[in-house]
């Protein structure tokens, strides 16, 4: 059996990325109840709103569902709370050192799966005691690493330096890529882009149509003197371009961010001034579909192209 | 049979990359001798000097072995007449509009080859009337595309895009990285960094030894302003960083990069002043090993894995 489903207690290795503004519990329960794993996004939720998708996810599914938690969440302490609480069976941790976080979690029964972009924190987080890691490579939306290492490089280097399973993110949207990530010995894939443009995801229509309508150098990553950022391009990310090939730094970069961007793009859909933040795949694929359609999808163009690949002659 | 490998004429799907100060007579033989494809640079040579390589080839196997061709090449109508006088069977054509020198080729019974970073100079090389793309992602080593596109995220495109075959490129370096491509429709490799530290490239030795302990994060893609090109760290490398950074355009880039640098880095070994072209993969070998053996172990790998990914069970 595939370590990851057998880990997470998932009938497909299929993991939804926890995204800011996009993953509450619709989605979160949506993907659970189609055999993969769903994540509710904590980044973007206060205490109490977090404990409400919670409540909701679990009334919607019977099925295993994590929540996303950024350790950089100024109300860290609360949202831990909450999760031991509300007795979430799994936590995905990103943006920050796992090491104090881990420990409480697991204590608790919690399986926690850190999410890393290079070895030295893979070895980190094994170190911290987590269960899996996710590999997210420079093609990935939002938060990203320095060294701007593609999937295709990084799954390979991880899966040789850490002994537990690796989760592929970052480019992958269909069975194909699946498959490809499972070439380079990944055991599950995270997918974010794809389902920030399900129907279930929170995200505000407008933004759901732009991603779709991405082509290929739609997004780039940006804000690098700040934190990594992969932004899809509109009259804000023109902005920023613009200041960075100025060698304008970070304080103007801070500057021009602002307060609740990411918020204003992406939930209430504002695509000249909002930040949109998604993936270089948002150029493969071209329909909003319900999240349970999108796992089906993946899964069935998996196993055929998996056949296709056994079939090869040479 | 695999669709390559019957248009080329050769036994594996891996076709060596023709490379700057790396790939002359000595790596092209060996990669050819070994059941793959060697590919003469020929951006790098005196036309007179590319006479010499193709001679020199032609007199070291009996196998198939191609010319790499940049289009923008100064004196690209005598490197046309050589390689049409010396029967060479195979040119892969870059960095230029393959429109007017495909046809020219076609006629004398070469097949062509044109690499491209996106789907939209993909369809216009199949309008040129090219028999395969390469289609090369953002980790690639060298000259790259201003879209950034991944190989994860390009190879998919490029396939659903055109009707001829797609060789993949970028990131490649092992079986299982070959396996990736397979699995994402692509129906070859081609190897650039590897390749440029096997013991028959003419690359100097200390910038083999450079390659080998490369890390992550020590390629970056530079240059945006002129033409993209990815490099690995060293004093020049910085100085380049730097002036991005500060936001110094274009002609500050001309002015640092001189003339000569690349020669001076690849070929003459100056690892402080001289500019090192190489792919991110480079973080993911550590062996300067013989062309033969990159080969055989590559393909062992490749068909080892497809047996492995074979047998998953879910």
Known sequence: ????????????????AGMVWCSGWELASAVSNAGGLG??????????ILK?????????????????????????????????????????????????WTKILKAEGIKVIHVIANSKFALKAVEAGVDAVVAEGFEAGGHNGKEETTTLCLIPKIVDTVDIP???????SSGKSMLAAFA???????????????????????????????K?????????????????????????????????????????LGKGRAKRGMFEGDLIN?????????????????????VEEIWTEFMQEKDKLTNLNF
Chains 1, 2 share one sequence.
């Open 39 to 48: 994540i509710i996004g904590a980044g973007s939720m206060y205490p109490d």
């Open 184 to 214: 380079l010995g990944a055991q599950a894939v995270q997918i974010g882009s794809r389902f920030a443009a399900s129907e279930e995801s929170s995200a505000h229509p407008s933004f759901k149509q732009k991603i779709i309508e991405a």
């Open 274 to 294: 909002g930040e949109l933040e998604i993936g270089q795949v948002a150029a493969n694929f071209h329909q909003i579909l319900p999240a349970k359609q999108i």
């Open 1 to 16: 059996m595939n370590r990851v489903c057998e880990l997470l207690g998932i009938r497909y290795p299929i993991i939804q």
């Open 216 to 256: 290929e150098g739609s997004t780039k990553l940006s804000m690098k003197a700040i934190t990594p950022v992969r932004l899809l391009e509109n009259d804000f990310a023109h902005q920023v371009f613009e200041a960075e090939q100025q060698g304008l730094g970070k304080e103007k970069l801070i500057e021009l």
């Open 52 to 100: 409400h998708h919670i409540q909701k996810t679990k009334a919607s599914t019977s099925h295993h569902f994590a929540v996303n938690l950024p350790l950089l969440y100024p109300d860290i302490n609360q949202h831990v709370e909450t999760i031991i609480k509300e007795k979430v069976p799994i936590v995905f941790t990103s943006a920050g050192n796992p090491a104090i």
């Open 166 to 172: 690796v989760i592929a993110a970052g480019g992958i």
